[in-house]
Each structure stands twice: as C-alpha cells, then as structure tokens.
C-alpha cells in the first residue's frame, strides 16, 4: 500500500508566492519577494515565522522620505515626519515593511508613498521601508510580566 506524503508547509507557501509573483509581474506590478526565482526554481527556505507582505509597488506615486515622529505600539499607528513638507502624515502598522513585529522606532529614518485613506479622506503613509527599501528597524518589543 503506497502512501502519497503532502509537501511540507514551507515548499506550499514558495509555490503559493511563486504564483502571485507571477500574477504580479503579469499584472505590470513590480514583485519584491527576495529569495524567489520565477524560473520555478526554489530558492528559499522559509520559518515559520510571520513575515510581513513586500510593500505594494503598483502605484505611480513618488518615494517620500521622512522621519518617526512618534508611533504607539500598543494601538498599532502613529505619525512620520515628512522631509519634503512641514506637514506630518498618519502611519498604521499595516503599511509597514518589517518581518514580524511592525512598528516605527521614534527618529527612525523612512522611506513611503503617500496616498488618499478612502475611508477618512485624510493623507497616510503606505509602503513604509527603511532606506533604499529595506526592513524599517522598529520599536524594541515590550516584555510584559503577567507573574505566570
């Protein structure tokens, strides 16, 4: 009796990110997912750890730089300086380029696109990187002691 195994849940996600990358790139997007061949050769090895989505590259919208003014950890937003203008833009943890825990470090430089929130009508920050595209640093991650 021949068993059939089931691939490993890393090699489901590569082929997964393989295919939206291929989507991506047929789309006209430009696809950021370093460790990846669209060749359909695998090049990654992945943990399991959360990884958060490359940034949306899709939009026509100019690279902003600027810097943390100040970001709440616990409630997931805060604002970004703006170099370009004197005017501060809304950042939300959603928008952030980071592996695991997303948050801003207070005077850490960025890099982001501004764009319209559809909901609010007000301005805020997406795609949020570090310079040149890469992870932003973030907060120190808050150890909390529950007395367990």
Do not use: N
Not at 67 to 89: E, N, P
Request: overall charge negative; glycine content about 10%; aromatic content about 8%.
């Amino acid at each position: 009796e021949a068993t059939q195994t089931q691939p490993d849940t890393d090699t489901r996600l590569c082929r997964h990110i393989m295919r939206v990358s291929l989507a991506l790139l047929i789309s006209g997007c430009v696809c950021v997912a370093s460790g990846f061949s669209i060749g359909g050769v695998r090049t990654c090895s992945l943990s399991r750890a959360a990884v958060s989505p490359a940034p949306r590259m899709c939009t026509d919208a100019t690279i902003v730089k600027g810097v943390c003014k100040w970001f709440d950890v616990a409630k997931g937003f805060g604002f970004i300086s703006r170099a370009d203008t004197d005017t501060d833009v809304f950042v939300h943890q959603s928008d952030i380029y980071a592996p695991g825990f997303r948050s801003l470090s207070e005077g850490e430089e960025l890099e982001f696109k501004v764009e319209k929130d559809p909901k609010s009508g007000k301005l805020k920050a997406v795609d949020v990187t570090g310079p040149d595209g890469g992870y932003v640093q973030g907060a120190p991650r808050q150890m909390y002691d529950d007395d367990y």
